[in-house]
Structures are given as structure tokens and as C-alpha cells.
């Protein structure tokens, strides 16, 4: 039989010669629109579709168009996009914070009102699905010649044991010099503590309470190297007295992001975030792990005066609401510390860069209960661990870790391709080299799908894509083989601020970006990234889209070490099946998606999947549960709540 052309090949080829033969004065040009037209049609082809899955960017109406900064899947299988004041100091200034709800199962969205500038803070899934959100931003950064007021850390101190006193933003502090100082927030200071010893003899020890303060006028005529008492203007008598200043050096040097302290509940059900104590550290760039009983560890981030915390840690109770003190442990800000099978914490090495180069940044295991930290050596290009990837690969009961790509401290121009693997059931556990990716990549996006391969995409070569280095590929990893394979080009660049997670139907949706330059020579001031580009990987291309497994009735609870019966007309092809932690994601950080596999059982018209019971594994919470095939193709998830 004679080959016959499609009507789209012709009209693809017809249209690319046209062009051509019109463009023969501009053959470069005419050319790249014909391999690009060429392209377009090859991406379009169901074989290609159903090798390497395909893309769709979203219709994003304009007044919900935001600076996602963080991404969190619900148990209401809505995504909470936080931005706060989405990196933009004017919109701080103004005091309009943003988050958005976006759902992605009709593409319509809904504005939360964002009490707190909840950029930059930290989060974590609850036992009964709500999301804390702790720390964001008190001041923004101020650097190099933009310093025109010398600024530093001062402790306001209080003797008068039987009264706290309030100070707003604004108080003056003066110097023995008489040079002044304003306070950067509002600040409380405790009374002062009294205590009789069996003597009868008493002894007040003053509280104190630290705060940023800047120069009341510009010049380096404020600058001071020397510690020194400050005056509270306006106090007098016993006021006067039991309350002042301490401060040590007040300097022109850089000032960086400060934190909040407070935190809230996202209910996904009532759609509003709800107050709930704050922490006792301010923090910005903070990591927030659920633990085995369902409580949250807080760590690190930038302090109120924009200083990296010094190892404290805090506690959350989602029972009681409240904070309290953990083991003390120092780490660079936004650290990738996931929970691991026993209950002990992994530190991959992962980070978000605040902090020296030489503190506080090696991987290894965490025993809460001890406070002792063991080390992990074997991992190369460990200089470039800051906005590098991580995850606790599936399934999570073999306990193996992936670190991808990252780069140099700071604005450094390094990047790496290497990606590390750790099996911590070895008696010696120990990085080894994985297979490299395309070319070193910063910001790398890395999603666990249903069928036990992780979706790999976007990134930059460069600090926050400068120079236009966005990396428009994407990949697959398989445990299994140990080994990277293609899938689709995203058509969106992803650098800095940029998030991935899985959907409830299988699909990857990408969102944020935030370039340092907006051209390649670095002469244009970038915009931030606000469409939201989905992924069909191959599982849902086809006939095998059409065909996927379907879970029909059953229960949305199950306790650890039980069961889980549904209906099905599918009982036959179902093979294997996954829980699956939604993501919370910010700064290429997400240590709360994992994948545990579960005992399948299939009777008539019904299926049964048995679940872990170990705690450390199945962390309480909500869960996608999904059925696959034995081609891996997955069902639409079931939410379960675990625990």
C-alpha cells in the first residue's frame, strides 16, 4: 500500500514550505519556525503522549494570578497557594497579603484572607488535615549601598518584677552620646523575675526582649562598635530605671529578612486560617516535620533581627495547641529533614542557604530522644547541597534517599548534575553517586507518582536563572533500574520560588518562579512566574487513561496496622497500591511527601489493602490512596485519613 500523509502532516509541511519560500531573505528565521512548528505537531502525537506525557498551561483568571511562594495539597484535593507579600517589597509596605485556593478538579479559585505575612514561613499536615503554617516576615532585606541607616540587635531589659511593659514600633533608644535609635517592631518585655531564698533574702533578675533597631537619621555618624546602656526616651523615675536598652555593635552592614513568630491552622474545610499560639522563636526560612504522634517539629530560620535561630527548636501540639522547647540542634535555614522508620529524623544535606558555609550543613541522622547526631559521609560535590532536591524515595519501607542537583552557597554561580542515593537500612549507611541529570540544575522539582518513578523538572543552571538558564527538560527516575528517562519539556521556566506537587488524579501541577533578570545579559529586573502549567505523565495518555482502575465505596479512616475494604468492578487488575502524603512545598523543600506501599487483597467485587503500623512510617494525617494495575496504571485517589 502507498504511504498516504495525514491531513495535519500535510498542512504542517505545506504550511512550513510556504514560510520558507516567504522568508528566503531570512532563512535562520524561517527555519526555527519550521523546526518549531515540526515540534509542535511531533508533541502532539498520541505516541509521543503516551512515551513521554505532555503539558497544559492553565487559564489562570488575573485576580487570582499570585506570587506562589508555597504550594500544599489538601485532603479537600484543593492546592493552598501562600504568597504573602510574594517577595515584593512594596506589597509588605502596603500590607496586602495573599494566599489562594485553587482547585484543580474545575480550574476555579477563591482569595483567603491572610492575616500575617506568612512569606517565607514553614508548614506541615496535621493529624486531622489542617495545615500549620508557622513563622513568615517581619522586615525585608536591606543590602549594600541601600543601607543608609546603621541598624543592629538591641535587648530591652526589665527590673520592675511586678509589671510587663509594651513598646511600640518607632520607641527612641539613646545613647550615652546622646545618639538615637528607633525600635523595627512592637515589642513586650516580661516582668522581671523574683525569688527568696530561705535567708529571706531577695533577688530580682531582669527579663529582657530583643529587637531590631535602626538609626533616626542616615549617616555613619550612627555607627557604634562599642556595647553600650540606651536611655528608653521618654520614661522617667522607676521607669526610667527598670527600663532600658543593651546593645553591642550598631553597624551599616547588610540586614537581612526578619521573622515572625506567630502560627496558624489552614482548615481546609472552613477555607481560613486560624490562630493558635505563637512560637517563642521569630523565624523566616523555618522547616516544619510531622512527627510520629502527630505533633511538629519547628527548626531553624531567621530570627527577629534577622540572624540564623541558634538551635532552638519548638514543639507543636495540634491536641493542645501550644509550643514547647525540642532538642537543642543547629541547621542552615529551610533544612530537608524527613521523618524516618524508628522515629529518628534525616537531615539529606538539602537546604535553602542562610547560615555559614561550614555550620550546621552536613547530612545525617537525628535521635530526637538522645539529641545525638550521626554523620553520613560519601557524598559528592558537597558544596552544593543549598536549593538541591531531596525525597524519601518509594517506597518509603526501604528507607533509600535521593539528593538532585543544587548549587554553591549564597549567589554562587556552581550547580551540579550529581544526584547521591542513601539506604539507611545499610549497616554503614553512606551516599553514593545516582545517575547525573541533564546538566547541574539548582531548584530542581522533584514529585513521587502513584507507580513508584519520580517526575523530575524545571530548575536553573544558574543563582535564580540569571543569564537565562532555565531548564526546560524533564525527567523520570526509577528506583529500580537506577536510571533517568525523557518525558515532555515543560513550556514554563521554574528557577527560585517555584513549587511541584501530585494531584489527587495523578497529574503533576507546577507553579512560581521568580527570576533574578528578565533577559541574558542580566540588564533587565525579572517578574515573577504566575501561570500554572499541569503535567500528564503516560499512565493517563490513551487508552490507558481511559481504562484506569476505579475505586468504588468505602471508608475514608483506617488505624495503623488495619485494613481497608472498597468496592470494585476492578478487582481482578488491581496489583499494587499506594498511600500517599500530599505535599506542602516551598524553596524546592518538601519533606512531607512519601509513598508507602500496602498488602493488597482482592475478593468479588471488593479489594482490601492492609496498612503499616508503625507510626514512623505512616505519619497520622491524610492520605491519597491509590489502586494501579500491573502496567502501573493508578486509580483516581480515595482519601483516607490514617490514625
Not at 535521635?367 to 517506597?395: K, R, Y
Request: net charge negative; with cysteine.
Amino acid at each position: 500500500m502507498r504511504y498516504r500523509p495525514s491531513k495535519g502532516l500535510k498542512k504542517t509541511v505545506i504550511g512550513t514550505g510556504v514560510t520558507l519560500v516567504l522568508a528566503g531573505m531570512n532563512a535562520p528565521a524561517a527555519l526555527s519556525f519550521a523546526q518549531d512548528r515540526l515540534h509542535e505537531y511531533r508533541i502532539s502525537r498520541p505516541e509521543y503522549k503516551a512515551e513521554y506525557g505532555s503539558w497544559q498551561v492553565m487559564d489562570v483568571p488575573e485576580e487570582f494570578r499570585t506570587n506562589a511562594i508555597h504550594a500544599a495539597l489538601l485532603h479537600t484535593g484543593k492546592v493552598l497557594l501562600i504568597a504573602g507579600s510574594g517577595n515584593e517589597q512594596e506589597t509588605f509596605d502596603a500590607g496586602t497579603f495573599d494566599s489562594i485556593l485553587w482547585n484543580p478538579a474545575d480550574n476555579t479559585y477563591k482569595k483567603v484572607e491572610t492575616p500575617d505575612d506568612l512569606f517565607c514561613s514553614g508548614h506541615a499536615a496535621l493529624p486531622d488535615g489542617r495545615l500549620l503554617v508557622a513563622g513568615g516576615t517581619a522586615r525585608y532585606e536591606v543590602l549594600g549601598d541601600d543601607v543608609t541607616r546603621a541598624g543592629g540587635a538591641m535587648l530591652i531589659k526589665n527590673e520592675d518584677p511586678d509589671h510587663r511593659r509594651t513598646f511600640p514600633e518607632g520607641t527612641r533608644l539613646r545613647s550615652p552620646d546622646g545618639r538615637e535609635y528607633l525600635t523595627e517592631a512592637d515589642i513586650t518585655v516580661p516582668a522581671a523575675t523574683k525569688t527568696e531564698d530561705e535567708d529571706g533574702e531577695v533577688t530580682v533578675t531582669a527579663s529582657e526582649a530583643r529587637v531590631f533597631v535602626v538609626a533616626a537619621e542616615e549617616g555613619e555618624e550612627y555607627v557604634t562598635e562599642e556595647s553600650a546602656q540606651y536611655e528608653i526616651v521618654g520614661l522617667k523615675g522607676e521607669d526610667a530605671r527598670n527600663l532600658y536598652g543593651m546593645a553591642g555593635p550598631i553597624t551599616l552592614d547588610d540586614q537581612d529578612f526578619q521573622g515572625i513568630k506567630a502560627a496558624y491552622e489552614f482548615d481546609p474545610v472552613a477555607e481560613k486560617y486560624v490562630p493558635v499560639q505563637s512560637m517563642d522563636e521569630a523565624r523566616w526560612y523555618p522547616t516544619l516535620t510531622a512527627l510520629p504522634d502527630g505533633r511538629v517539629l519547628t527548626v531553624s530560620g531567621l530570627d527577629d533581627v534577622g540572624e540564623v535561630v541558634p538551635g532552638i527548636t519548638e514543639i507543636y501540639d495540634p491536641e493542645t495547641k501550644t509550643w514547647s522547647e525540642g532538642p537543642e540542634r543547629y541547621f542552615p535555614t529551610y533544612p530537608a529533614l524527613f521523618l524516618t522508620e524508628g522515629g529518628e529524623l534525616f537531615y539529606t544535606g538539602s537546604n535553602a542557604g542562610y547560615g555559614p558555609a561550614d555550620k550546621g550543613r552536613e547530612p545525617g541522622l537525628w535521635d530526637l530522644e538522645t539529641n545525638t547526631f550521626t554523620e553520613v559521609g560519601g557524598l559528592s560535590d558537597a558544596d552544593q547541597l543549598e536549593t538541591s532536591a531531596s525525597l524519601l524515595l518509594p517506597p518509603a519501607q526501604d528507607q533509600r534517599f535521593m539528593v538532585l542537583g543544587g548549587g554553591g552557597v549564597g549567589e554562587s554561580e556552581k550547580s551540579t548534575a550529581r544526584t547521591a542515593l542513601i539506604d539507611l537500612d545499610d549497616e554503614n549507611p553512606a551516599y553514593r553517586d545516582g545517575p547525573d541529570l541533564p546538566q547541574g540544575t539548582r531548584y530542581l522539582s522533584s514529585v513521587i507518582l502513584p507507580d513508584d518513578t519520580v517526575f523530575t523538572t524545571g530548575g536553573s543552571e544558574d543563582y535564580r536563572g540569571r543569564g537565562e538558564s532555565d531548564v526546560l527538560k524533564a525527567q523520570f527516575y526509577d528506583p529500580e533500574k537506577n536510571e533517568f528517562r525523557e518525558a515532555a519539556a515543560p513550556t514554563v521556566g521554574r528557577n527560585y520560588h517555584s513549587e511541584a506537587l501530585l494531584l489527587p488524579d495523578g497529574r503533576v501541577a507546577t507553579f512560581g518562579s521568580d527570576p533574578l533578570f528578565g533577559d541574558r545579559d542580566n540588564t533587565r529586573e525579572g517578574t515573577f512566574e504566575d501561570r500554572v502549567e499541569i503535567y500528564t505523565p503516560p499512565y493517563l495518555q490513551g487508552e490507558r487513561g481511559e481504562n484506569r482502575p476505579v475505586l468504588g465505596d468505602g471508608p475514608d479512616r483506617a488505624e495503623p496496622g488495619g485494613s481497608l475494604t472498597f468496592a470494585t468492578d476492578d478487582a481482578d487488575r488491581i496489583a499494587e497500591a499506594r498511600l500517599m502524603r500530599p505535599s506542602a512545598v516551598t524553596h524546592t523543600t518538601d519533606v512531607e511527601q512519601r509513598s508507602i506501599e500496602l498488602g493488597v487483597a482482592t475478593g468479588d467485587g471488593e479489594v482490601t489493602f492492609a496498612v503499616p503500623d508503625d507510626p514512623s512510617l505512616v505519619p497520622p494525617g491524610w492520605y491519597m490512596l491509590f489502586a494501579l494495575d500491573d502496567e502501573g496504571t493508578p486509580s483516581v485517589a480515595s482519601w483516607v485519613q490514617v490514625g
